[in-house]
């Protein structure tokens, strides 16, 4: 099994980068051969900085090392060190209709936000395609906003397969989309969804005073300390049960229900739990930075790995499409 997952590196990650898609591609990656992308060409949508693009782009490679993930047995690579992949973007784009990438969630919603309506953005979802299907990928792990975009990309799979391929041959297997239901959405501190686009996150890494405050900054009700609260719409809960076991997120729904104790003590909570769960991966992270060749070497041997793939699936691609 062949499983493809990627991020962008369009700023500091936060826990909800972490529940929603990290720990569960780190938890693949024994289940299969794994291959996880930087993202780097899809940032260029909404981040023209260079400079912090190349920043961004090694602290996440540093922050999903420090989390877990095993070069030994995940290729970890930046998604520009495989140029293939927008030459098959280019060929699928050929076949796309724009109509299907019309309906597609992620251009709406940003374009309402009042991002710029760039064709980059447009033609995103034929990009993230191309970086399924160049690896021949069969489970992609995402949070549910992205299952669109498999259902796209096997559109489009299906499309080239019917116009180049034959049953016996097809041009590309179709993948499946997996989707963690208990952390597919992690909330923010306001609420919604955490998002950088919101400004509601927290970080993985953040510093200890920063973190503690985003923490008691989360948002509640006016209810009085000695008021019943409710469990099942409070962030603090949700949150609190991503790092807490289950008979500790257990008492603490009892004691909202009790009353007699103030949102404020249960944000010192949930702080103590983040904090703790996350720092024997600091540690890791700190001795990741120390060592300034090892990060390089990982993503170069990474590279190595997805474009032996790509090499295979584009020679099979241009030779079906008459490139070749």
């Given amino acids: 099994m062949r499983i493809l997952s990627g991020i962008q590196p369009s700023g500091v990650l936060h826990i909800g980068n972490y529940f929603g898609m990290m720990r569960p591609a780190i938890a693949l990656q024994s289940r299969g051969e794994a291959f996880y992308f930087i993202a780097d060409y899809h940032a260029l949508t909404s981040l023209h900085d260079p400079d912090a693009l190349r920043e961004h782009s090694r602290h996440v490679a540093i922050d999903f090392l420090a989390c877990g993930l095993d070069p030994e047995r995940a290729a970890l690579f930046r998604q520009s060190d495989v140029p293939q992949v927008t030459e098959l973007a280019w060929i699928l784009g050929t076949v796309t209709p724009m109509s299907r990438l019309e ?15 760039s064709a980059g953005l ?33 559109d489009i799979a299906t499309r080239i397969n019917e116009t180049f391929g034959s049953r016996k041959q097809p041009v590309f297997k179709l993948p499946e989309a997996q989707i963690h239901a208990a952390t597919e959405t992690v909330p923010g501190i306001d609420g919604q969804k955490m998002s950088k686009s919101y400004g509601n996150t927290i970080d993985i890494f953040g510093e200890e005073k920063e973190t503690r405050k985003r923490v008691m900054s989360i948002v509640t009700d006016s209810r009085a300390v000695e008021a019943p609260k409710d469990p099942a719409n409070s962030t603090i809960v949700q949150l609190y049960s991503l ?16 009353g007699g104790t103030g949102y404020g003590e249960y944000k010192k909570q949930l702080f ?35 474009n032996a793939i790509a090499d295979q699936v584009m020679s099979r691609v241009r030779a079906a499409v008459g490139l070749r």
């Fill in 122 to 154: 447009f033609t995103y979802p034929v990009l993230m395609a191309a970086d399924i299907l160049i690896y021949d990928s069969d489970v992609v792990p995402v949070g549910k906003d992205q299952k669109q975009h498999i259902e796209i990309t096997r």
């Fill in 272 to 306: 103590d739990k983040l904090w703790e769960f996350f720092a024997p991966m600091r540690q890791r992270r700190q001795e990741i930075i120390s060592d300034a060749s090892y990060v390089d070497n990982v993503l170069a041997n990474g590279a190595e790995r997805a």
């Fill in 103 to 117: 309906l597609a969630h992620s251009f709406k919603d940003k374009t309402a936000r009042g991002v710029a309506a």
């Fill in 243 to 258: 790092f807490a076991t289950e008979a500790e997120t257990a008492a603490m729904r009892e004691s909202f229900r009790a």
